[in-house]
T-cell receptor
């Protein structure tokens, strides 16, 4: 079945540091890939997505590129802020009969210190 | 426009008791999903409603869990009797429907603690 593996946290960074969160997946067919973020006390929010190979999703300074050859969708941000402290989840949908059913990774907690 | 709302935000119950979680999706959203995150692990799918019908309940862990969506509006998830391993965060999400890979809107979750 489908699965998503992402690096375990917590990841602690200083403000303006470079952030990378690794994500790899196993899926049937051609999945769509997502990064969701959960800020403290809030629900999950879609951060970015990519629906086909070589697509790059981007939002709020974050980027991730759909790499089919390495089955990866690593999240990057060049200069993090304290407000980026949150839990980040990589996820996929296989589409078809599964529709919008999401398969999530375990989440990576990121803490950005001033 | 109101987002997806979940109630309660926190619930602490004893093993063997019953708890009912409620989710109000965004108005007009036909699709409603329940997910849960147990013990800081990955978020796992529980089930999917399309309007009032259960489209996919393959993620429901056992028959102690009962989900309903009366009239295709709000949904409830009842756990009876609750066990220690049911502790976790239960998320609800909704989407309009009709297309794959469309955006899901999540609620803030219900933190369930079974003691």
């Amino acid at each position: 079945g489908d699965s998503v593996t992402q690096m375990e946290g917590p990841v602690t960074l200083s403000e303006e540091a470079f952030l990378t969160i690794n994500c790899t997946y196993t899926a049937t067919g051609y999945p769509s890939l997502f990064w969701y973020v959960q800020y403290p006390g809030e629900g999950l929010q879609l951060l970015l997505k990519a629906t086909k190979a070589d697509d790059k999703g981007s939002n709020k300074g974050f980027e991730a590129t759909y790499r089919k050859e390495t089955t990866s969708f690593h999240l990057e941000k060049g200069s993090v802020q304290v407000s980026d402290s949150a839990v980040y989840f990589c996820a996929l949908t296989s589409g078809g009969a599964a529709g919008n059913k999401l398969t999530f990774g375990g989440g990576t907690r990121v803490l950005v210190k001033p | 426009e109101a987002g997806v709302t979940q109630f309660p935000s926190h619930s602490v119950i004893e093993k063997g008791q019953t708890v009912t979680l409620r989710c109000d999706p965004i108005s007009g959203h036909d699709n409603l999903y329940w997910y849960r995150r147990v013990m800081g692990k990955e978020i796992k799918f529980l089930l999917h409603f399309v309007k009032e019908s259960k489209q996919d309940e393959s993620g429901m862990p056992n028959n102690r869990f009962l989900a309903e969506r009366t009239g295709g509006t709000y949904s409830t998830l009842k756990v009876q009797p609750a066990e220690l391993e049911d502790s976790g965060v239960y998320f609800c999400a909704s989407s309009q429907g009709g297309r794959n890979n469309e955006k899901l809107f999540f609620g803030s979750g219900t933190q369930l603690s079974v003691l």
